[in-house]
């Protein structure tokens, strides 16, 4: 019998993933996370056999909770479940050691199939996002992921048209952690300015 920790800021999401999980005969328990801290308490409580983790948490954001998973259980599944498209974030949680990335729009159906997938020791990705991947492997590197993680979650902000006060509240960060995150970014990406960025951004499918 299986064992399912539901990582979410949204009540409502994670009563409805909630409900959809525990219709399977398989699995047993589903537990509830809404905070970085809950998430690490949980985690030491039971033998969980996958994690569902939202992406965009408050604060300690969900690829920072992936980090610390990875770090304290490697073995651990973490099927990544967001709102925002593949292009924007799923080959870089791949890499961080997600074991799949799945948009939240997806049925029921896919949700638990990917699960088992990933508990069996697979990876899920959609259709599109594995051709995607391929056509990566043949061509050069974008200039984003030379980008650590928190500098490309700013770089997608600041693209979005968010102020560095506004990126500083979300992020739980000082105006000037996200200022010296900017300045890495445009020197990193050999841009002078926002709109350089929003330009790039925009012509590789990133907003």
Not at 23 to 35: H, Q, S
């Amino acid at each position: 019998m299986l064992k399912i920790l539901v990582v979410d800021d949204h009540p409502v999401v994670r009563r409805g993933l909630k409900q959809i999980l525990t219709e399977e005969p398989d699995i047993e328990l589903v537990g509830e996370a809404e905070t970085s801290g809950e998430v690490l308490d949980l985690i030491h409580t039971h033998d969980w056999d996958a994690v569902v983790l939202d992406i965009t948490m408050p604060g300690r954001g969900g690829l920072d909770i992936l980090k610390e998973l990875k770090r304290e259980h490697p073995r651990l599944p973490v099927l990544i479940l967001s709102v925002h498209p593949e292009d924007q974030y799923a080959v870089r949680v791949l890499k961080e050691g997600a074991a799949g990335y799945m948009n939240k729009e997806c049925a029921p159906e896919e949700l638990t199939g990917a699960l088992r997938k990933i508990i069996r020791g697979g990876k899920y990705v959609s259709l599109a996002l594995a051709e995607k991947l391929a056509f990566m492997l043949e061509s050069q590197a974008p200039l984003h992921d030379s980008l650590s993680t928190r500098e490309y979650q700013v770089m997608l902000m600041l693209a979005s048209g968010k102020t560095l006060s506004q990126i500083a509240e979300e992020m739980s960060l000082s105006i000037k952690t996200i200022a010296t995150y900017r300045a890495r970014i445009l020197e990193k990406m050999n841009m002078k300015n926002n709109a350089e960025m929003i330009h790039y951004a925009i012509k590789h499918n990133l907003v």
